[in-house]
């Protein structure tokens, strides 16, 4: 599976983005979706996934802010991010996780946001 990440950009506190990642490949394979940030000088975290059944998980920081979505025709997964703040400033990675555990990543896209 390759992962193709785009969206980011600079933004004003308060404000908004999104960010879409494109599968390619053996998708059929694919059972989660979703997307990790690393912040500067930070450990990479978990932000967000969408399972094949729809079922979607938050880290609790974004709860409310974030919203994952997917579009099974085009293969693309989606972080629809509101109300951002400086502390989401990090570069934001796309991965799937295969149904027999092997995981892809995508290139990163850096989302700066500032106050």
């Known amino acids: 599976v390759q992962l193709q990440a785009c969206g980011g950009g600079l933004v004003q506190a308060g404000g908004s983005l999104r960010l879409s990642c494109a599968a390619s490949g053996s998708i059929f394979s694919i059972n989660v979706m979703g997307w990790y940030r690393q912040a500067p000088g930070k450990q990479r975290e978990f932000v967000a996934h969408?399972?094949?059944?729809?079922?979607?998980y938050y880290e609790d920081s974004v709860k409310g802010r974030f919203t994952i979505s997917r579009d099974s025709a085009k293969n693309t997964v989606y972080l629809q991010m509101n109300s951002l703040k400086p502390e989401d400033t990090a570069v934001y990675y796309c991965?799937?996780?295969?149904?027999?555990?092997?995981?892809?990543w995508g290139q990163g896209t850096l989302v700066t946001v500032s106050s």
């Open positions: 969408i399972t094949s059944g729809d079922t979607k």
């Open positions: 991965y799937a996780i295969k149904t027999s555990g092997g995981q892809s």
